[in-house]
């Protein structure tokens, strides 16, 4: 059954959707979403280092997407904001990479694949690394949730319930940097924090707890995977880009459901979305 | 006792918020927290809870004391749907029964299955303090727990909060702006300027002169509230004591 490599792209994109959407949530309600692209910005870096070291492209992005957030979380507060350092880390770390790629000149890089993915081209090897990823995504997410929770509502909340609330942030900017890692060969580096985000914020309208947020928005993030994957064969499109289209279809088309049937969830109307 | 600081310092980026501050929380005691803006007075809170560290000085918790804390600021993000259950449910669950009971001491009874950005200010404060009640805390500690409330809803709030301290019999420690409201409710007052000015009951702190001092303009705002002021400025009535 893996041997078909359409089977493998379902499952690979499957499995990314899955992370994505607790960390998406996350990223949502922290207002981090430039932060997903910072990671993503420095996964660039990252393939150029891999090329030039001949490690694996996992390992590489895995690395750079580690010191880039660490990085940034440790300097957050020090006089500058995150937003200002995450602009400056993560065009500089994107800016490094491309310079980084120019140089490896024996090799012939399709920089196209790494920036929009190439889901058709994942093999088993890949699908195993992809799995194992997600799984300790999903149960970092699962061990840490409450803490996390806790701490993304109010940090000394937290410390006065005996979470350390660094510790928390750290757990949630490993995972990120996993899944980013883990998933650029299913939607490549550019449309990584799309994954992340938009089933998350598809979702807000439906949910009234946490947890039910980051269930409807991994059940959308699958069907936005398996029904883009089945578009990008039809039409013959590009697959990563066709996944977060039709992701942002969903969203769009939730939305003006809400707005013209008011009494699907009555609290909600009357504020911006 | 359940909380002794010892000449406690805390500075934050090199400035020094708080000198040098001794004092010591008993067990259903209320003490009232006033101090001017940047006084240090959520700062000694965040001592407290660990949230900042101390460059001197030793805080002294009795062992395995449980702290419920209620922050000034609490922003919810509209991007994050939570129910007051499940607000009560974090870090880790409670029986329903022991949530409705909560709930029913913080004066917020049938909230339950309301979203918390919907709540009023007041709904919300109380919510706070429910989730504060949770796991029978040994100290509860207020910042500004009726910020944004009107005169008589924080009047009731901290009525609530006196019946709390009756029934659980837990030491309260509270941080106010509105002397005149929480006076009756309190045991005891710390004036607190990056120092401890001065302590003891409310009335003698209010008459004190490192009071006015403070809050000499408030107090002549709101003297016409006060028409029964004490005449004898200079002779200081005897629980009062003095800090340095």
């Known amino acids: ?273 | 006792m359940l909380i002794e600081c010892e000449n406690l310092s805390v500075h934050l980026r090199r400035r020094e918020i708080l000198q040098n501050i001794s004092l010591s929380v008993n067990s259903g005691e209320i003490v009232t927290i006033i101090g001017p803006n940047g006084s240090g007075k959520s700062t000694l809170f965040k001592a407290i809870i660990g949230a900042v560290p101390s460059s001197s000085g030793v805080i002294h918790k009795k062992q395995g004391l449980r702290i419920g804390y209620v922050p000034q600021k609490l922003h919810i993000d509209e991007a994050l749907p939570i129910t007051v259950k499940r607000f009560m449910n974090l870090p880790s669950g409670h029986s329903q029964l022991a949530i409705e009971e909560a709930l029913e001491n913080a004066g917020a009874s049938k909230l339950e299955s309301e979203q918390l950005m919907d709540l009023s200010g007041g709904q919300f404060q109380r919510v706070l303090l429910a989730r504060a009640l949770l796991g029978q805390p040994d100290l509860l500690l207020l910042d500004e727990a009726t910020q944004g409330l009107d005169h008589r809803g924080s009047a009731e709030f901290y009525r609530q909060i006196s019946h709390v301290r009756d029934k659980l019999g837990c030491g309260i420690v509270m941080i106010s702006h509105e002397l005149h409201v929480v006076m009756r409710q309190t045991d005891r007052v710390i004036c607190l300027n990056g120092n401890i000015c001065c302590q003891g009951k409310p009335e003698a702190v209010s008459d004190s002169p490192e009071y006015y001092a403070l809050f000499g303009l408030d107090r002549d705002n709101e003297s016409a509230l006060y028409l029964h002021r004490n005449h004898h400025r200079n002779t200081l009535p005897a629980e009062m004591t003095h800090a340095g």
């Not at chain 1, 910005?41 to 001949?54: D, F, N």
């Not at chain 1, 769009?252 to 459901?257: E, M, P």
């Open chain 1, 1 to 273: 059954m893996l041997d078909d490599f359409l089977v493998r792209a379902m499952l690979a994109s499957v499995g990314v959707a899955l992370a994505a959407a607790p960390l998406g949530c996350f990223v949502v309600w922290r207002r981090m979403a430039y932060f997903g692209d910072a990671t993503a910005h420095a996964a660039v870096l990252g393939v150029a280092l891999s090329l030039a070291l001949s490690i694996p492209i996992f390992a590489g992005v895995l690395v750079a997407c580690l010191f880039m957030a660490i990085t940034v979380s440790s300097l957050s507060g020090r006089g500058f904001t995150m937003d200002t350092l995450l602009g400056v880390m993560s065009h500089t770390s994107l800016a490094i990479g491309l310079v980084a790629v120019s140089f490896l000149s024996g090799v012939r890089i399709d920089l196209m694949s790494y920036l929009f993915g190439d889901i058709l081209a994942v093999g088993k090897t890949d699908l195993w690394v992809i799995a194992l990823g997600v799984m300790i995504v999903l149960a970092l997410m699962v061990w840490r949730w409450s803490g996390i929770l806790l701490s993304t509502i109010n940090p000394d909340l937290a410390l006065a319930s005996g979470i350390d609330p660094k510790r928390e942030q750290l757990v949630l900017t490993i995972s990120l940097a996993i899944v980013v890692a883990v998933s650029i060969k299913v939607v490549g580096v550019l449309l990584i924090a799309a994954m992340l985000i938009v089933p998350a914020a598809t979702a807000r309208p439906f949910s009234k707890t946490p947890e039910m947020m980051a269930l409807i928005a991994a059940i959308l993030g699958i069907s936005a995977c398996l029904s883009g994957l089945r578009a990008s064969y039809v039409f013959d499109t590009p697959t990563g880009p066709t996944i977060v289209c039709v992701s942002a279809l969903l969203f769009v088309l939730t939305n003006l459901a809400h707005r013209l049937i008011p009494f699907i969830r009555p609290h909600f109307i009357g504020k911006k979305i």
